[in-house]
Structure formats: C-alpha cells, structure tokens
C-alpha cells in the first residue's frame, strides 16, 4: 500500500458524459500527479500539482482538467468523453516538486461505452 | 522529441537471471527509474539511477551509462512472483519542470 488513495476503482459511463476522479495523497506529499495507461499506450503523464499550484504539463487534452485543493487532494475532471478515453488513469504523490520518486495509487478504470 | 524503447516481452525460467534493457533518447536527462507493475495494479519504486554505473538493491540492480543512453535492470534468483511488466522512466527536465516519461514496459513471464 503506497499510502495515495483513489475514487472511485472502476467508473463506467456513456460517450459525451462528465466524470471526476479523486486522489489523496501520501500523508506529506506536496505534489500530485495524474497519468492515463491505455492499452496501446504506454504510462502517459498528463499533469502535475504542487502545493495547489500547476506545475508542469503533459499530453493532456482540452477536455480535461485537474485541480489540487487546500487539503491537497486532487479531481481530475473529464468531459465530452469519447471511447478512446478508456484507460486506467493513475495518480502518484512524491513529496516535492521535482518528480523524484512518485508513489502510486491504486488507479481509476474507466470505461467509456 | 522524447524516445524511450525497451522488448516489449521477454521469457525466462524461475531462479534464472534476467536483463531487461531500455535505450533512450531524450533532452533534458536528469536520472532514470524503473517501475515493476503487476497486471491491472499501480506501478511500484524498484529503482533510480542519475550517475553512471550500477545500483545494487537486493535481488535486483539497475545500470545506467548516460553517454550510451543505456540502462538495464537486472533481476536475479527470479521467482513467479516477478511476472510482471518493467517500466524504465526517463525523468527531463524541460520548459522550467522535470516529468518523467515512460517507456511502453517490458512484459516479463517466468515460468517454473
């Protein structure tokens, strides 16, 4: 158990629907990551939070967003979602800001039908 | 751009070695990582490497030669348990902010 929590496990929904996904991280970790795994793809890193603040970004679509709140959990928002958008989506906690080692969480499966 | 390969699978027998080779090619090096991820599970820590040279941690030991692009993990005395895909993660830094990026993983089945 790396200690960074997600919500919820598995999330299915319809083409052009809205969903969020949480993420708390490790007790002490200031930054918050959001990664999507799909089948033919690699780990893709979509963006990163520090302390509240957006600290780097990745391959990460117009329709999505993420925040980091004062308690430093983090919602990852999807919209219009399409079937490519069915992934495992992760989220990694590391305790500063220069993605030195990120602990995981257990991940979200989304499935888009 | 950003290029990391690593076999997409590999075989091997219980209590043997394996290597699992990843070569990049990437701006902005700033260390390396591999992950071990059990099917449907989160990535795990197994190790990093920014200097030259090989890392020791147990059963497993990565290598890193930078002017090369080169590392490999090396795992030994393999148990079924290692059945698992190997991530290798290139860790840049660019515009201002270090990511990682992965590679697509190394599929490993070992087999009794």
Redesign the interface.
Known sequence: DSGVTQTPKHLITATGQRVTLRCSPRSGDLSVYWYQQSLDQGLQFLIQYYNGEERAKGNILERFSAQQFPDLHSELNLSSLELGDSALYFCASSVGAASYEQYFGPGTRLTVT | GQNIDQPTEMTATEGAIVQINCTYQTSGFN?L?WYQQHA??????LS?NVLDGLEEKGRFSSFLSRSKGYSYLLLKELQMKDSASY?C?V?VFS?G?????????TRLAVHP
Do not use: D, S, W
């Open positions: 260390g990582f449907g599970e989160a990535p795990t820590f990093y991530l993660a860790r515009g902010y270090n990511k990682l990026i992965f590679g697509a993983g």
